[in-house]
């Protein structure tokens, strides 16, 4: 019995890099999702598809032709979507929750070797909460631009969450662990630009 535990923990001690670089890929596909709902789902099944990533047994199914192809189609209508005067911030209005689901199946079927418990908790948290923290950033920015600018402004927040998507999606699929590093580098934007805005309100007042 103490062997078997001995064995047991030994085996989980080898599994370890491993979980630790399906978590960060989880995360930095989350990330992504916040910034494009459709292309990091698009980006993991042409990984799956190619046999980059081995997803988990219950999400093979997003390797298959057939959600590549309707996870393309997506992609495209959500990109070019987004470049459309008002349905973009109309888009905005249901980014969040969608993000936040988006997330946590990325997260659900990246994730290895991990309890179901740890796995659902790390999904929620990890990839529902990243991915709905930067959707949530990302409307409030387009908010901003439609206030400031009339919306002149937006197709280029467009273009530049739409990149920051793909780069972030191909990084996270080649280079799990710098992702995270990016995701880090993006909160702590997120937190900066939080910071100022709030030390800045009683100033007007």
């Given amino acids: ?53 081995q997803l988990n047994d219950a999400w093979q199914w997003i390797g298959s032709t057939t ?40 997260m659900l079927s990246t994730v290895s070797d991990l309890s179901p418990v740890v796995t659902w908790a790390l999904a929620i948290i990890a990839g ?23 919306g002149v402004a937006n197709p280029i927040v467009s273009t530049i969450e739409t990149g920051t998507s793909l780069v972030m999606s191909v990084v996270s699929i080649f280079l799990p662990l710098l992702a995270f590093v990016f995701v880090l580098i993006v909160f702590f934007i997120i937190f900066k630009l939080y910071k100022k805005f709030s030390t800045s309100k009683p100033n007007k007042l």
């Fill in 1 to 53: 019995m103490l062997l078997r535990e001995v064995r047991g923990f030994r085996d989980l001690g080898l599994m370890t890099l491993e979980t630790i670089i399906s978590i960060c890929l989880g995360i930095g596909l989350s990330a992504s999702v916040g910034f494009r709902v459709f292309l990091p789902l698009f980006a993991l099944s042409l990984a799956a598809y190619f046999n980059v990533w």
């Fill in 67 to 106: 959600a590549l192809i309707t996870l393309g189609v997506a992609t495209i209508v959500e990109i070019f979507a987004y470049f459309i005067p008002y349905v973009d911030n109309l888009l905005d209005t249901i980014s969040v929750p969608l993000a936040a689901l988006a997330g946590t199946a990325v």
């Fill in 128 to 150: 529902g909460g990243t991915a709905a923290a930067i959707s949530g950033t990302s409307s409030a920015t387009r908010i901003t631009s439609t206030a400031t600018t009339g």
